[in-house]
């Protein structure tokens, strides 16, 4: 940290003519003087960063409207219908709700198996991140802060969630009626037994 201070300073000087048979030429002075304490430890300078953001990349296995199986999560073992990639990198996914329960609900594609069916989806209006994002916990006080209001501050869904719930399914679920058996295909839990193994499947 102090050879890069006094570097830096070094670098701002002016170059000043001195005299005398020995010492005399030009030398470069500091506009300002180095500083006269320095710490007695080295200080870490934080390093930059270069790296930029990439958008995730897609399986190929995965396009708007294929069906997928979901592994983790309190839905696992779930079909689902993928709606599309989120700008986060995340699969939004429904049920729809109105046929298995699934809500609107963004899933790693990590998480996910990819099955060949498909489903023709209309179009869909826009659905971002944001909708996800949850208000912050209010903090409290002294007074407060023994208090237990666990139940007043319990999640709650907002009526603009529901009704975009509601508008999905109206427009996702006609499409999936059009293929059929589909509609009990995803109702269906997904379940392995003895001697089966997911990786010699064909979905």
Not at 1 to 19: K, P
Not at 122 to 135: N, Q, T
Not at 167 to 187: F, G, H, N
Not at 188 to 202: A, C, D, I, V
Request: proline letters at 7%; one cysteine or more.
């Amino acid at each position: 940290w102090f050879a890069a201070v006094v570097s830096s300073v070094l670098s701002s000087g002016i170059n000043a003519e001195y005299g005398g048979e020995k010492n005399g030429g030009t030398r470069t002075v500091p506009v300002q003087k180095s500083p006269r304490f320095y710490p007695t430890e080295d200080c870490k300078t934080p390093l930059k960063n270069r790296r930029v953001a990439k958008p995730t990349k897609l399986r190929g296995s995965i396009v708007p409207g294929s069906v997928v199986i979901l592994l983790a999560g309190s839905h696992r073992g779930k079909r689902v219908v993928v709606l599309k990639q989120l700008p986060s990198g995340l699969l939004l996914v429904t049920g729809p709700y109105k046929i298995n329960g699934v809500p609107l609900r963004r899933v790693d594609q990590t998480y996910v198996i990819a099955t060949s069916t498909k489903v023709e989806l209309p179009a869909l209006p826009a659905i971002g991140d944001e909708i996800f994002k949850r208000k912050g916990k209010p903090t409290k006080n002294e007074k407060e802060m023994f208090v237990d209001n666990a139940g007043d501050n319990s999640y709650k869904i907002s009526a603009e969630k529901v009704a975009l719930q509601k508008e999905i399914d109206a427009l996702v679920v006609p499409a999936v009626k059009k293929v059929d058996m589909l509609q009990s295909y995803l109702r269906s839990r997904f379940t392995l037994t003895k001697g089966q193994f997911p990786h010699e499947m064909k979905f």
